[in-house]
T-cell receptor, first 118, second 112 residues
Framework: GAVVSQHPSRVICKSGTSVKIECRSL??????MFWYRQFPKKSLMLMAT?????????EQGVEKDKFLINHASLTLSTLTVTSAHPEDSSFYIC??????????????FGPGTRLLVL | DAKTTQPPSMDCAEGRAANLPCNHS???????VYWYRQIHSQGPQYIIH???NNETNEMASLIITEDRKSSTLILPHATLRDTAVYYC?????????????FGKGTRLSVIA
């Protein structure tokens, strides 16, 4: 199946600093990628849709000025958490649509990035 | 996308078959049933999907009832590495530009 990578896998930062998370589709192109956030023992919650060549669309309640998304190429989307605070500590996961056989598609997920803000 | 209902947790003995049920009584004719799993501290992993016929791949089998209102994911010989949260999601095919909506899933514990 298709492979999606994320970098870094884990990051610890001080409150008030910014953190950039990269999401790459390694063997396929993705005009759209999705960013999710997951708190402990909770399910994945969609944060935003990243669109190559255009602005990202954010889910209700997600601050677009705090979570900056840039889809710079057909294989790379970045999520920047600006002025991070302890409540931003979470598991961030990206996904991209890819082929699943017989002309159908599915979503392929990155391994996730665990952010801890001190 | 139609809503799904799954039991919150299940146990399975190692080496036995794990049968995970999912109800999707409001599924539409153009919606597929997808299964993903999430092992602790990892991103979700695609397992299998189907429309109305039973499907099998190297990971699992998917049994969909004739009325398509429910399905069962079968892991034929569960191992400890299959311990994970399993998500059943119903969605329209060819919808690559729409995200997945995750419910609470079923937490499967495989016991030695």
């Amino acid at each position: 199946g298709a492979v999606v990578s994320q970098h870094p896998s884990r990051v610890i930062c001080k409150s008030g600093t910014s953190v950039k998370i990269e999401c790459r589709s390694l063997d396929f192109q993705a005009t759209t990628m999705f960013w999710y956030r997951q708190f402990p023992k909770k399910s994945l919650m969609l944060m935003a849709t990243s669109n190559e060549g255009s602005k990202a669309t954010y889910e209700q309640g997600v601050e677009k000025d705090k979570f900056l998304i840039n889809h710079a190429s057909l294989t790379l989307s970045t999520l920047t958490v600006t002025s991070a605070h302890p409540e931003d500590s979470s598991f961030y996961i990206c996904s991209a649509p890819g082929l699943a056989g017989f002309g159908t598609e599915t979503q392929y997920f990155g391994p996730g990035t665990r952010l801890l803000v001190l | 996308d139609a809503k799904t209902t799954q039991p919150p947790s299940m146990d399975c003995a190692e080496g036995r078959a794990a049968n995970l049920p999912c109800n999707h009584s409001t599924i539409s004719g153009n919606e597929y049933v997808y299964w993903y799993r999430q092992i602790h501290s990892q991103g979700p992993q695609y397992i299998i999907h189907g429309l109305k016929n039973n499907e099998t791949n190297e990971m699992a089998s998917l049994i969909i009832t004739e009325d398509r209102k429910s399905s069962t994911l079968i892991l034929p010989h569960a191992t400890l590495r299959d311990t994970a949260v399993y998500y059943c999601i119903v969605r329209v095919v060819y919808s690559g530009n729409t995200p997945l909506v995750f419910g609470k899933g079923t937490r499967l514990s495989v016991i030695a």
